[in-house]
């Protein structure tokens, strides 16, 4: 039976970036709506899905993104402690809302923020249960969704668990850190998003999710630190509000205090599920507890999973590449560098796959040798392992202290570090064509940061780090271009 057709907005957010290629899989033809499609760009599902340029607030850029849709699901929201969010939200949400009952759209499905609009709710909160009222005037049955802290590797919620509890042995604690929650496993949030079409008695619902238990932020704290091996002490003082706390978080973890801030205040209230709504539509869903949820989030990091968040982060041309980006993205501190390379794909790759063992690496190889014993005086693997082949690479195998996690011809190269770090490293290189017959190189380090440790360890060396990184990729570039001539020689030959 052929699904129809569903549109997303919201699809370069944490949320929907992730329920698109879950609706693919499921069937589901998908359209993407987008201010900037060129965001969307490099994403794995960006070639089996219909994108449109469109904004919530202008309407008359939506008409012809709703021509034939019969769901909409609305993951638009700001989080951010401006003065006229609400407004904008609201706005938005009317405005689409309109639009999609002109359109004929048979359902909205909007996921909103769980609480009881019976108390003094935050004005985030507040918003995000306006919003859905404001969906709902459009007429069009609407499916609200209402959650609290979602768990899950690069949701803000759960990455600002996961750096508070990583990076301080010892937690100041105010009053909101003891409000009650329900934290919700992302997988399970979007098996609800998901299903919901199929089920007609969900349309016009607000249905409460959560997980399978009711927790005060402390109790994540710790149970984070559980799940990691770790001893946490939190420290319960009278006063520190949520504008304080969130400049802390600010100071303590690369969340901004602007959204911290909503996130915070969020806690003052009391976050659970509190009718049965979710089990009566949902039967055979059945949310995870909060630590099997953390495993499955930091899986992301300590596993293959997180190759999902490398392929989306790549650049794309030339013209969008800074020649190094220093960022953090799902809890992964990352380190770019981009070069354009007057040689052929296959020229950069074995400039890069011809890396190590006798050979060595190109730029203050003496560097790279001395980390090496300094590795081995530790207990490490150290720098003697060499190589199997001068020139080619098999995934699994050793090249120094380094392991090959994955090889693609012409393509790319990932190394996996196995000398001893306070966390777990990568080193990734790509050789990516361009229209001119030229080649981008990328160059990325990938450090997931194990504690305060880990973390000193990263800034502690950055410098030093800098400088072989940087003259490893104009030594590759050269190379790569050297390769070149002797091939173009070769053949001319």
Not at 161 to 179: D, G, N, S
Not at 392 to 407: C, I, M, S, T
Request: with cysteine; glycine share 10%; net charge neutral.
């Amino acid at each position: 039976m052929e699904r129809p057709l569903v549109m997303v907005t919201g699809a370069t957010g944490y949320v929907g970036g992730r329920l698109v290629p879950r609706l693919l899989d499921e069937g589901y033809p998908v359209r993407v709506l987008a201010r900037d499609p060129s965001r969307l760009l490099g994403r794995s599902w960006s070639d089996r899905v219909e994108v449109v340029e469109g904004d919530a607030l202008k309407e008359e850029t939506l008409s012809a993104a709703m021509e034939g849709v019969s769901t909409v699901y609305y993951l638009i929201h700001s989080m951010s402690s401006s003065a006229d969010f609400q407004r904008r939200d609201l706005e938005a949400a009317r405005r689409l809302g309109r639009v999609a009952a002109a359109a004929g759209v048979r359902r909205i499905i909007y996921l909103g923020g769980l609480g009881d609009p019976a108390t003094a709710l935050s004005a985030h909160l507040r918003s995000r249960q306006e919003t859905g009222a404001a969906l709902r005037e459009s007429g069009v049955p609407v499916t609200e969704f209402r959650a609290a802290t979602i768990v899950g590797s690069g949701s803000v919620s759960f990455e600002m668990i996961r750096y508070l509890t990583e990076r301080l042995p010892v937690m100041i604690c105010p009053r909101w850190v003891f409000a009650r929650d329900q934290p919700i496993a992302i997988r399970d949030v979007l098996s609800y998003l998901i299903d919901a079409p199929g089920v007609p008695e969900s349309a016009g619902q607000i249905v409460e999710i959560g997980g399978s238990q009711v927790l005060t932020y402390a109790e994540m704290l710790k149970g984070y630190a559980r799940v990691r091996g770790m001893q946490r002490f939190l420290l319960p003082v009278p006063v520190l509000t949520p504008r304080l706390s969130a400049y802390w978080v600010h100071l303590v973890t690369p969340i901004p205090s602007s959204i911290a801030y909503p996130l915070i205040d969020g806690l003052r209230s009391e976050t659970v599920v509190r009718d049965d709504s979710a089990s009566r539509l949902f039967p055979y869903i059945r949310p995870i507890d909060y630590e099997t949820a953390v495993r499955l989030a930091l899986e992301r990091l300590e596993t293959g999973h997180v190759e999902t968040a490398w392929s989306g982060a790549l650049a794309t041309s030339q013209g969008d590449v800074l020649p190094v980006t220093l960022t953090h993205e799902e809890g992964i501190i990352l380190e770019r560098r981009h070069l354009k390379v007057d040689a052929s794909p296959e020229a950069v790759f074995r400039s890069f796959t011809g890396l190590g063992g006798t050979r060595g690496w190109l730029y203050a190889n003496w560097l790279w040798v001395l980390r090496g014993e300094l590795d081995r005086l530790v207990g490490g693997v150290g720098f003697r392992r060499g190589r199997r082949h001068p020139d080619e690479v098999h995934p699994g195998e050793a090249l120094d202290f380094w392991r090959v996690e994955a090889v693609e011809p012409n393509r790319l190269l990932r190394l996996r570090a196995e000398m001893r770090v306070p966390g777990r490293a990568w080193l990734q290189f790509e050789s990516e064509p361009q229209a001119d017959g030229s080649t981008l190189l990328h160059q990325t380090a990938y450090f997931v940061p194990k504690g305060l440790s880990g973390l000193a360890y990263w800034y502690i060396l950055y410098p030093i780090h800098s400088m072989i990184f940087s003259g490893l990729i104009l030594k590759l570039a050269r190379r790569a271009e050297s390769i070149g001539r002797s091939c173009g020689a070769a053949s001319g030959d």
